[in-house]
């Protein structure tokens, strides 16, 4: 089974720059979109009812922020919205799908660098989170968290690691919160599998930055520890161009 996660920075633009082909060349099992900046009524039929795929919207109370989406070929056994706190569901930030084998979250983790109160926001949102797959891997199931974190973890995470270190994304209290997440019972898959790699996820449109790849890895599929054994492989698609962010990939044996 194959699953991509892709923040696209808006559902109707990507479609533009080749999204549908590259559905279709990939055939991903699962698609998880992030950021769609759109309600499914905005959209057009070629996106709603891309063949083979099902698909199912989860957009913010606010017309073209934030927003989820996921495609899938097989149905679920269930799928429902949000997390335990209604504070946080007003977005469209969060997607569960649950099959047979594992329990997936699509997330568009909250970007805290407007303000204060928004970091605030986005820690509060992170701790609900944390608490909701801990309930899950303590009833003994297996969870996989994939998305746009908008925190890089470590200095290999990032070109530019001292020069961002106050900067939300990669503060100490955002990397501390993912050492948290990690000690649950959760890992990240890429750097298990590619412990030394350097590789981005996400490059801003500013200084030319994806040319030079000064870039983040910033989106990230977070297994349960005991269901690693089950991945087959990870990879970054950073060739794929479309948004800031390009996709990322989690196979399944």
């Known amino acids: 089974m194959k699953i991509i996660s892709w923040n696209v920075n808006g559902i109707r633009a990507v479609e533009k720059k080749g999204f549908i082909p590259f559905i279709e060349a990939e055939q991903p099992d699962i698609l998880c979109l992030q950021e769609t900046k759109a309600h499914d009524h905005q959209l057009e039929e070629s996106l709603l009812n891309i063949p083979g795929y099902t698909a199912y919207f989860h957009s913010g109370e606010r017309k073209g922020y934030s927003g989820t989406a996921v495609y899938y070929k097989t149905a679920p056994l269930t799928i429902k919205t949000g997390l335990s706190d209604p504070?946080?569901?007003?977005?469209?930030?969060?997607?569960?799908?649950?099959?047979?084998?594992?329990?997936?979250?699509?997330?568009?983790?909250?970007?805290?660098?407007?303000?204060?109160?928004?970091?605030?926001?986005?820690?509060?949102?992170?701790?609900?989170?944390?608490?909701?797959?801990?309930?899950?891997?303590?009833?003994?199931?297996n969870v996989i968290v994939c998305g746009d974190i908008n925190t890089a973890h470590r200095e290999s995470d990032l070109k530019n690691p001292k020069e961002n270190s106050k900067r939300s994304g990669f503060l100490p209290i955002e990397r501390a919160w993912i050492d948290d997440f990690l000690n649950i019972g959760m890992v990240d898959s890429w750097r298990i599998q590619h412990p030394d790699e350097i590789k981005y996820s996400w490059w801003s449109y500013r200084f030319n930055a994806r040319n030079n790849n000064a870039g983040w890895r910033i989106d990230s599929f977070f297994v349960s520890e005991k269901f690693m054994p089950k991945v087959d492989s990870t990879d970054i698609l950073n060739d794929v161009t479309g948004s800031d962010h390009c996709p990322i990939v989690l196979t399944l044996k």
């Open 87 to 141: 504070i946080f569901n007003n977005e469209g930030r969060t997607i569960i799908l649950e099959y047979p084998d594992f329990i997936l979250y699509n997330v568009y983790f909250p970007n805290g660098q407007k303000d204060d109160e928004r970091l605030q926001f986005k820690m509060d949102f992170n701790h609900c989170l944390l608490k909701d797959v801990q309930a899950l891997l303590e009833s003994d199931k």
